[in-house]
């Protein structure tokens, strides 16, 4: 059986964002709490810009890790970790804001980059823990089209592939379409196709366009029973 590797445009994307996740994780470990921004009840003293905040405690600790497209405008409403913080018993001098800016290349990936950030430091407030089939899944979702001669299934090893064939065969699917019911799965969302979604920045942007999807489809059954 012939031996496949993942493309090299996902290799790419990962080795895009892993390269940001050293720089990112050095930086917050290595910035002095006098360099990062006090907490403001509306956020005004943070800059508007693209990237990764982490609130940091004075002994060094990185305590929460987010990621906003207009850090400033994340704050503007408060924001629920520092009352966590409160309840948790910290105390509001001892925790300031740590800004790392992202752009260019990296702004694709900046949900990416986060993840693997948490995952990499797993941050006491951070209540959604990354595992790296999670981190790989969301690479690929916004940066990996199949080439039409290659199935999904090639890029499993032959114990999954066997699954996957055995319960389409069962239930009378490709093994593509088992694929897909797992991916729908996994992201909470109706069996749907992703082919023409490839390209998509962000979960929220899928789901959009799939719940179009559907509202279409249903419309379409209306008009169909009408008939």
Known sequence: MPQ?????????????ARKRVTQTVQLLNRIPLEECYEGSPDGRNLPRVPGLYAFKHQDGRI?????SNNIRNR????????VE?????????DVRIAIVPLSGDYLPYLEVIEAMVIFTLTPEFNKKQYSLTEIATMV???????????????????????????YANANQLQPNQVIE????QFFDYDAV????YEHLQSFAQLKNQISKLQ?????????????
């Open 85 to 93: 913080l409160f309840f948790a018993g910290y105390i509001s001098t």
């Open 75 to 82: 704050f503007r409403d408060g924001h629920s970790v520092f």
């Open 4 to 16: 496949f590797s993942f493309p090299e445009k996902l290799s790419g994307a990962l080795t895009i």
């Open 193 to 196: 196709t992703l082919e023409g």
């Open 181 to 184: 019911l797992a991916l729908a």
């Open 140 to 166: 690929a979702v916004r940066s990996f089209t199949i080439p039409n001669d290659i199935q999904l299934t090639d890029l499993l090893p032959p114990t999954a592939q066997g699954a996957i064939a055995d």
């Open 215 to 227: 509202a279409e489809l249903e419309g379409l059954k209306r008009e169909k029973s009408k008939d």
């Open 63 to 67: 305590l929460y890790v987010g990621r």
